[in-house]
């Protein structure tokens, strides 16, 4: 009876739990827990998570970088796609 209790509480969070944002990343500080075996695993998994948080950020960083340049290159693209076509016909019009 108390275990069905602790269930309905807890099933509202399994999901938010399962998440790829806590579900892969806490499996994997634990896998890696496991294989290290330090001796103060609590204080190694919280500096996992918070170099994995690091890496993340990073990532993230680096991807909005990537997006924002790539947009950058394509007006820039299309700006001197516009001049060349506006060139040539300023040429033909001579």
């Known amino acids: 009876m ?4 602790i269930a309905e509480i807890l099933h509202p969070n399994i999901p938010y739990i399962e998440s790829d944002r806590i579900g ?3 499996c994997k500080g ?7 075996r330090p001796e103060d695993p ?3 998994l919280a500096k996992w998570l918070l170099t994995h948080q690091s890496q ?3 990532t993230r960083t680096v991807s909005a970088f990537h997006y924002f340049r790539c947009r950058i290159f394509n ?3 299309l700006k001197l796609s516009k001049d060349t076509k506006r060139s040539s016909l300023n040429s ?3």
């Open 24 to 26: 892969k990343v806490i």
């Open 92 to 94: 033909k019009k001579r």
């Open 30 to 36: 634990l896998a890696k827990l496991a294989k290290v």
């Open 42 to 44: 609590v204080d190694y």
């Open 56 to 58: 993340i950020n990073v």
């Open 75 to 77: 007006a820039n693209l």
């Open 2 to 5: 108390a275990e069905e209790k």
